[in-house]
T-cell receptor, first 111, second 117 residues
Framework: QKEVEQDPGPLSVPEGAIVSLNCTYSNSAFQYFMWYRQYSRKGPELLMY????GNKEDGRFTAQVDKSSKYISLFIRDSQPSDSATYLC???????????FGAGTILRVKS | GAVVSQHPSRVICKSGTSVKIECRSLDFQATTMFWYRQFPKQSLMLMAT?????????EQGVEKDKFLINHASLTLSTLTVTSAHPEDSSFYIC?????????????FGSGTQLSVL
């Protein structure tokens, strides 16, 4: 079993839709939860990070962490064609350097 | 924002040759850089942690003699794939942590697509 599971998609939505991206994990030691956006042939860009459980909102993006279910989500409101990219979840324990990434979900927003 | 430059973006080489990939932090100093490998439709897998002025720390299963890492300055880390073989073909990405920043705020290079014939 992988430490982090993420549906690779692709997920296709019309412009303006609300997008829900999700990851599940098995390691209860994870405390930091991040979402990265990766455009084709580019390095990942940090979108959101959350420590422990709860919600965090930044503009059109909302990150949710449910540690009891070992489940995290990223919501994108009013999705735009420019949001089309691969979205990677990543997690880290309290101590140590290692980020563990999900496989990434390909998102396509159609105009 | 902080910029990490990775070069080359793409390299094609013959089996048996060595390939060097550079990772530079352009507008900040980085004591720690990380090297990842990414296969199509798969996760970024951490290969090694590179610390300025000291030996790199390799993840389990990564051959340190095959993937040589040098972090000679606060702005440059290099990954050399020695005697490359077709199974080494992959997308390699570096990331850098700014001095004083938490590990969550990593800045990534654009990646290097290595194809070994």
């Amino acid at each position: 079993q992988k430490e982090v599971e993420q549906d690779p998609g692709p997920l296709s939505v019309p412009e303006g839709a609300i997008v829900s991206l999700n990851c599940t994990y098995s390691n209860s030691a994870f405390q930091y939860f991040m979402w990265y956006r990766q455009y084709s042939r580019k390095g990942p860009e940090l979108l959101m990070y959350t420590y422990s459980s709860g919600n965090k909102e930044d503009g059109r993006f909302t990150a949710q962490v449910d540690k009891s279910s070992k489940y995290i989500s990223l919501f994108i409101r009013d999705s735009q064609p420019s949001d089309s990219a691969t979205y990677l979840c990543a997690m880290k324990a309290e101590y140590g350097n290692k980020l563990v990434f999900g496989a990434g979900t390909i998102l396509r927003v159609k105009s | 924002g902080a910029v990490v430059s990775q070069h080359p973006s793409r390299v094609i080489c013959k089996s048996g040759t060595s390939v060097k990939i550079e990772c530079r932090s352009l507008d900040f100093q980085a004591t720690t850089m990380f090297w990842y490998r990414q296969f199509p439709k798969q996760s970024l897998m951490l290969m090694a942690t590179s610390n300025e002025g000291s030996k790199a720390t390799y993840e389990q299963g990564v051959e340190k003699d095959k993937f040589l890492i040098n972090h000679a300055s606060l702005t440059l880390s290099t990954l050399t794939v020695t005697s490359a073989h077709p199974e080494d073909s992959s997308f390699y990405i570096c990331s850098a942590r700014r001095i004083g920043a938490t590990n969550e705020k990593l800045f990534f290079g654009s990646g290097t697509q290595l194809s070994v014939l």
